[in-house]
């Protein structure tokens, strides 16, 4: 099919590699020209792993290619993906300007040649389904009222489940593909789409091979409500889970039980699993925020108040202090001091520093008169563009993070630190206090190599790793 992806960023530019790659004919159009260029000579704007490699695959094969104006692709296209930003305001409530504007364009450029399906695949409010097929009409009518009646087009939901870092696996091998829709006609159309990744015919591209016993992907088709709602309860509830594990971990640390063995346990019960409980700073990024705010505030326009939600925000929120308490309670005097913090991007495998706990505590630190230094392996120099004002000192290993420092923070559990040798950090250090914010390390170990270690809800000597069903990377 032909297919036009609104919106180079996370969502639009990996899905329209992974579309490109399944067989379809993809343009991907985006205001940002300097964006566009790059992408043209094969750079996409963001770092997420085997995306490069598809992308320049894609473009061998004639694929895919890239434009700042929409009139064109959207005339050429079977389908019109919407996968622009939508930012929160202030209120809580998504900035749906760039939608807007995509729907009432999308519009413009339409004709009779054929029918077309319009997708929301940015993560929008319920309802902007119907919001956006008032605003296609619109366009529609006011660059071609006398052909608005024969122009066709349905409308669909088409919410995406993406984590960064691990997007293009996402795409291609997903849990479940959600369409919604109102009429049959389009719902046929995005089965058609999907096929390929439905019955997982393709071959898999090197480096991103389909998981064992993997056969198909269940497409399940809804109402363009329910599809909407979907993306937001799934997100909320993930969100929810993360700051339960966090609560859970407070507690234990009062109590004088293991947080990783508590979840270990809990998470054997079937009913509960034990993905997203993993205790740790709290989540970060682009999403669990901006959809939790979102999501509370279509409930307060329908009078309905969600407590659970906003107090899963506020724990996220709080979470992040607990550091500042940790380092208090080691070092009492942060003033003058001089902490590392080891990553800063919100997860591992991105550059993403959209509401990372790292910028908080950084900027909680600097406030409080401490010097604070720190080091990741891909996020970096967005750091220093995206934070000029955040007086950070760069460094370009964890060794010199960790030279002469009063304390060093594990804030981001990229694979790189697990092979840290703690014993030569902590010998390079004033003070070897280590307070690991994502329970990377095993307690016994870091004791061993000299370091005051301190977890999130962690017993003073956990038993072993073994016992602690070990230390997975958290995913919050």
Known sequence: ???????????????????????????????????????????????EPHLDALLALAAAHGGIDFATDLSLPVEQSDVIFIAVGTPALPSGEPNLTYLESAAR??????????????????????????????????GIAEARPAERRAIR???ASNPEFLREGSAVTDS???????????????????????RPLAAQTFEPPAGVPRPAGMAAAPLFTTSLTSAEMIKYAANNFLAMKIGFANEIANLCERVGADSAEVMTGIGLDSRIGSKFLNPGLGWGGSCFGKDIQALVHTAR???????????????????????????QEKLHILKGRTIGLLGLAFKPETDDLRDA?????????????????????IAMPACRKQQPDLKLRYCESAEEVAADA????????????????LRKLARSMSRPVLVDGRNLFDPETAAAAGFE?????????ARSAGATGGDAPSPN
Not at 302 to 325: D, P
Not at 359 to 375: D, N, T
């Open 1 to 47: 099919m032909r297919i036009t992806v609104i919106g180079t960023g996370y969502v639009g530019t990996v899905t329209g590699a992974c579309l490109s790659y399944l067989g379809h004919r993809v343009t991907c159009v985006d205001t940002d020209a300097a964006k566009i260029e790059a992408l043209a000579r094969g750079q996409s704007p963001i770092y």
């Open 105 to 138: 364009s999308i519009g413009a450029a339409m004709d009779d040649s054929r029918f077309r399906v319009v997708v929301n695949k940015s993560t929008v409010p319920v309802g902007c389904g119907n919001l956006v097929e008032t605003l296609v009409r619109e």
């Open 153 to 155: 087009f349905g409308v």
């Open 172 to 194: 291609l091998y997903p849990d479940r593909i959600v369409v919604g829709a109102a009429d049959e006609q389009s719902l046929d159309i995005m089965r058609e789409l999907y």
């Open 301 to 327: 326009e329908y009078g309905y108040s969600s407590r659970l939600l906003e107090a899963s925000y506020t724990v996220n929120c709080e979470q992040r202090q607990i550091v500042i308490q940790k380092l």
């Open 357 to 377: 706990p790292s910028l908080s505590i950084a900027a909680r630190l600097l406030q409080m008169g401490a010097r604070v230094r720190a080091y990741d392996p």
């Open 406 to 421: 009063d304390a060093l923070v594990l804030v981001t559990e990229w694979r790189q630190f697990r092979d840290l040798d």
């Open 453 to 461: 270690y301190t977890g999130i809800g962690r017993a003073a000597r």
